[in-house]
């Protein structure tokens, strides 16, 4: 008997949300749970209670050199262990590829990404439609699998929110005072804030607190009873705090840096009335949740990165490629795109 299908993405947040697309057509096709190969601490919650999942083995690092870091160790014996079957190996990284050797990973069980994954007839195309057409293609040896089954079914990325995250998100939003229609807004991603104020405000994806605060403002006129919470990582507390100065300290925005671990925030999301973010993994997570969103774009192309999902979803900037800047994106056209969300609503 084959080992299940393995899917290897080593990805930031929102590469994990959008390969969610690829897990649930393969488990499917297959007729089996999905093993994943995984890194960073916000994988095991994003993944682990989705239904096609079968193993998570997670990857501490890649560049580690290998007789340094246990978890590829840990790697190398379970890939020996599990046997073979049919492996969709996401990542084209030269270290993923070596841990595969190591393993000894036959090359028949590999499925790689082509060219024609990532663009049709000139066209570039979306991540999830990418894994889409990757995951429809088989490996050179032939395990048994399925090719009737309607893979467009599975484009849009899905994540799963317990019960239990749903009571806790109740508790806490009680004790902070979070009440009535909750906006989100994510201003920042993993690595807009790491060197610095300077780097910070020269990175594609900055726009300014006033922008942040203007935007507040007017959605305070539309819904005077709205908590406006500013997401982001504990390292992004004092630049978030920046946008809450900006609006006067008003009560009722909050920033929450410190509070949000990953189940939460999916939690907060699914209840939120709107976010808006820039281009983050957060955003991929919004649309997935069915949450109405105005996503921000600076030199990464909307036409390769926007979110996808069930609900409103609005995109702004990225028209001058990797030109782009977000804070090249006024106020005004951000507070007109959440305005449009509430008539979509």
């Known amino acids: 008997m084959s080992a299940p299908p393995l899917v290897v993405r080593c990805g930031a947040f929102g590469d994990v949300v959008m390969v969610t697309t690829m897990i649930r057509l393969l488990a499917a096709r297959y007729d089996s749970k999905v093993d994943v190969i995984g890194s960073g601490g916000w994988t095991p919650p994003l993944l682990e209670h989705e239904p096609a999942l079968g193993h998570l083995q997670m990857l501490s690092s890649r560049t580690t050199p290998y007789v340094l870091c246990p978890s590829q160790w840990d790697l190398v014996r379970w890939l020996r262990k599990r ?80 019960d239990s995250s749903r009571r806790e998100l109740a508790i806490w939003r009680e004790a902070n005072g979070l009440q009535g229609p909750v906006v989100l807004f994510q201003p920042g991603n993993k690595r807009t804030h790491k060197r610095g104020d300077i780097a910070t405000r020269q990175h594609p994806k900055f726009w300014a607190p006033e922008n942040w605060a203007a935007t507040a403002q007017a959605i305070w006129q539309s819904m005077p009873g709205a908590q406006v919470v500013l997401c982001g990582s504990p390292m992004e507390h004092p630049v978030l ?33 709107s976010m808006v973010s820039v281009d983050t993994g957060p955003a991929h997570a919004a649309a997935a949740l069915d949450c109405p969103l105005v996503v921000l774009f600076g030199a990464a192309s909307p036409k390769k ?22 804070s090249d994106i006024p106020a005004d056209a951000v507070i007109s795109a959440w305005q449009s969300l509430q008539d979509r609503r």
């Not at 999902?309 to 001058?320: A, D, Q």
């Open 83 to 162: 046997g073979r079957g049919p492996i969709y190996l996401c990542d084209k990284d030269a270290k993923i590829r070596a841990l595969l050797d190591r393993a000894g990973v036959h090359k028949d069980d590999l499925v790689e990404r082509l060219p024609s994954d990532d663009e049709v007839d000139g066209v570039t195309q979306l991540w999830p439609d990418r894994w889409i057409s990757m995951g429809q293609r088989n490996p050179a040896h032939p395990y048994p699998v399925r090719d009737d089954i309607d893979a467009q079914a599975y484009r849009l990325p899905k994540l799963v929110v317990t």
């Open 305 to 326: 990165w926007r979110p996808v999902g069930p609900g409103s979803i609005l995109t702004l900037g990225g028209e001058k490629g990797e030109e782009s800047r977000v």
């Open 241 to 273: 705090e920046e946008i809450r100065s900006a609006c006067g300290s008003d009560p009722r925005m909050h920033n929450l840096a410190h509070e949000l671990p990953s189940p939460r925030l999916l939690a907060l999301t699914e209840t939120a009335h």
